[in-house]
């Protein structure tokens, strides 16, 4: 089992840039896809970005595709998605998610992860 808690979150204007971290518990954070989604009230939990268990494969929603860049640190049991050139449709709360996995996958489904942080709130907005 893991746990995730997520930090980073904040308000920033238009353009702006932010990086937000989740750290894991446990000593097998190397087993784990990464993933980070995203929700806004009254909506469903949105994909953004996901990454392998070594961080050799990732994936990206359409809507942060060369916006938005997942990373992993499996040494710090930490994984990052670092977010430029930010939107107000970017505004959310964020979460990342986990789930054991093979060397090589990556998951966009939300039903496909096991493990959830709290969330953290991103507030684009001028």
């Known amino acids: 089992q893991v746990q995730l808690v997520e930090s980073g979150g904040g308000s920033v204007q238009p353009g702006g840039s932010l990086r937000l971290s989740c750290a894991a518990s446990g000593r097998t954070f190397s087993s784990y896809a990464m993933g980070w989604f995203r929700q806004t009230p009254g909506k469903e939990r949105e994909f953004a970005a996901a990454i392998s268990r070594a961080g050799g494969t990732s994936l990206y929603a359409d809507s942060v595709k060369g916006r938005f860049t997942i990373s992993r640190d499996n040494a710090k049991n930490t994984v990052y998605l670092q977010m430029i050139s930010l939107k107000p449709e970017d505004t959310a709360v964020y979460y990342c998610?986990?789930?054991?996995?093979?060397?090589?996958?990556?998951?966009?489904?939300?039903?496909?992860?096991?493990?959830w942080g709290q969330g953290t709130q991103v507030t684009v907005s001028s």
């Open positions: 998610a986990a789930v054991i996995a093979r060397m090589t996958d990556t998951f966009d489904a939300s039903n496909e992860y096991s493990y």
